[in-house]
């Protein structure tokens, strides 16, 4: 049963970290997109802010997926 448990809790923690890595990215996108300086200036803020968040997302995924096989 621990192990179940184990396993939910990785796919629980998986789904609600990827709802808050979507909704910062938001946050984060709309807030650049607001300032006034024109587009090509913005361009980079989203494109780092995008990597940043999605890259720790991946890494994230990548040990909670390490962790599942390890209590399989």
């Known amino acids: 049963m621990k192990k179940e448990s184990t396993l939910s809790l990785i796919r629980w923690?998986?789904?609600l970290l990827g709802l808050i890595a979507f909704l910062v990215w938001g946050y984060v996108i709309i807030s650049i997109s607001?300032?006034?300086a024109p587009f090509i200036?913005?361009?980079p803020y989203?494109?780092?802010s995008t990597?940043?968040?999605?890259?720790?997302?991946?890494a994230v995924y990548k040990g909670l997926d390490?962790?599942?096989l390890q209590n399989k």
């Open 41 to 43: 200036e913005q361009a």
């Open 66 to 68: 390490h962790w599942s």
């Open 13 to 15: 923690t998986k789904r």
């Open 51 to 58: 990597m940043l968040i999605f890259g720790l997302l991946t």
């Open 46 to 48: 989203c494109m780092g």
């Open 34 to 36: 607001q300032s006034p």
